[in-house]
Structures are given as structure tokens and as C-alpha cells.
């Protein structure tokens, strides 16, 4: 009688054959490490975005963006809470035409998204 291809240790098999990866992490930590230049070089460029939306937004407003990145033609802006995002949507075109005039210009849309802020980052 044949033993079915998962007889014996499941453990084993399990281990052998399910968390064994090959080489998931090698474009990240290549020779010259550009993967975490590029992940760096990403991060600092998300939070200078921020800040320029910060300050180009109203005081009111720009005291709850938690962060912006861009997705590819669009600008994603995180704010904390529902209340204020529907106040930075409304803002949306004063704030793309000020972003332009800055050499920032967005191609595409605006979305506003709400995620709390980092515990111990809130925003006053």
C-alpha cells in the first residue's frame, strides 16, 4: 500500500516545504542595499509631502495630517479623523492649485483618508 505524499511528521513537512522561502528578502538587502536606500529615500519623501500639505493647507486643517504619499498621478492624504477629512476634501482644489504653483503639481486627484495618528504623535 502507498503512504500518501503528507505520511509522517507534519511538523516537519510543514517545516520543509511551507516556510522555506527562497531568497524572499534579496531584492531588499542586495549587495548595495537599494532596497533600503529606496525604502529611506520613500519614507523622507512621504514626510516632506506632509509637511508641504500641512502648510499649504488652512492652520486649522493642516494640524490633522497625519501623512501624504502619492499614488502614482494622485495625492492620498491621511487625516485623523472623518470630521476633518470631509473639511480637507473640501479644500482639495485650492490646495492642488497651491501645490502646483510649488513645482508640486498633482496630476490626478486628491483623496482624503482617515487613519488615527501613532500613539504619542497626535497632532494639537
Known sequence: MNEPPFAGNQSQLFINYLLIMKNP?????????????QLARR?????SLATIVRRE???????????ATRRGE??????????WAARVRYAG???????????????????VRVRRPAQGTESA
Request: net charge negative; aromatic share 2%; hydrophobic share 50%.
Open 93 to 111: 482644489p485650492v490646495l492642488k492649485q497651491r501645490l502646483g504653483q510649488l513645482g508640486e503639481a498633482v496630476a490626478g486627484k486628491i483623496s
Open 74 to 83: 494622485d495625492l492620498v492624504v491621511i487625516v485623523d479623523s472623518a470630521a
Open 43 to 47: 519614507a523622507a519623501e512621504a514626510g
Open 25 to 37: 528578502l534579496k531584492p531588499l538587502f542586495g549587495t548595495s542595499m537599494d532596497g533600503l536606500e
Open 57 to 67: 493647507l488652512p492652520e486649522a486643517l493642516g494640524g490633522h495630517v497625519v501623512s
